[in-house]
T-cell receptor, first 112, second 114 residues
Framework: QKEVEQNSGPLSVPEGAIASLNCTYS??????FFWYRQYSGKSPELIMF????GDKEDGRFTAQLNKASQYVSLLIRDSQPSDSATYLCAVYIYSSASKIIFGSGTRLSIRP | ETGVTQTPRHLVMGMTNKKSLKCEQHLGHNAMYWYKQSAKKPLELMFV???????ENNSVPSRFSPECPNSSHLFLHLHTLQPEDSALYLCASSQEEGRVYGYTFGSGTRLTVV
């Protein structure tokens, strides 16, 4: 089982709709959770982080965390064509070699 | 700019060449990372430096040689590369192993080996 799993997509969502991106992780010791956006040919950019169970909202973005289910999601409201990108879920794992583990990403396409 | 600067942005090199990638961070972070990202593939962690000491080397071929002279600078020395080494090479930095604010990435170096 991969440490951080995402559906590779592509996920196609009409403009103005809500895009829902999901991620599961295997290590119950995971402490911090991040969502990165990566445009084609560019580097990943941090857009959200969440530490506690529940929802965290920032503009059109909402991150949701459920530690009991080992599940984290990202909702994008009022999707815009500029949201078309690959979204990487990342998890900080505290261990002897603490580090962030990245998922392989979900490709999101917003259709006009 | 993210505060992590990578040079050059693009590099084309022959298989017998020797070149170096440079990364500099202006964020006061104490850890730096090299990642490789091939076309349509996930990020591959190559090396981790924490407080200038290499703490992880993910079975990377010896034709890639990292160097971290201080907490602000990181190099990746390249020699006798193969065409399959063509990829986007990303440098990242963090404070406290990224627990609170994650990693900050540079813009990357697009490497083509011919």
């Amino acid at each position: 089982q991969k440490e951080v799993e995402q559906n590779s997509g592509p996920l196609s969502v009409p403009e103005g709709a809500i895009a829902s991106l999901n991620c599961t992780y295997s290590d119950r010791g995971s402490q911090s959770f991040f969502w990165y956006r990566q445009y084609s040919g560019k580097s990943p950019e941090l857009i959200m982080f969440i530490y506690s169970n529940g929802d965290k909202e920032d503009g059109r973005f909402t991150a949701q965390l459920n530690k009991a289910s080992q599940y984290v999601s990202l909702l994008i409201r009022d999707s815009q064509p500029s949201d078309s990108a690959t979204y990487l879920c990342a998890v900080y794992i505290y261990s002897s070699a603490s580090k962030i583990i990245f998922g392989s990403g979900t490709r999101l396409s917003i259709r006009p | 700019e993210t505060g992590v600067t990578q040079t050059p942005r693009h590099l084309v090199m022959g298989m017998t060449n020797k070149k170096s990638l440079k990364c500099e961070q202006h964020l006061g972070h104490n850890a730096m990372y090299w990642y490789k990202q091939s076309a349509k593939k996930p990020l591959e962690l190559m090396f981790v430096y924490s407080l200038e000491e290499r703490v992880e080397n993910n079975s990377v071929p010896s034709r890639f040689s990292p160097e971290c002279p201080n907490s602000s600078h990181l190099f990746l020395h390249l020699h006798t590369l193969q065409p399959e080494d063509s990829a986007l090479y990303l440098c990242a930095s963090s404070q406290e192993e990224g627990r609170v604010y994650g990693y900050t990435f540079g813009s990357g170096t697009r490497l083509t080996v011919v």
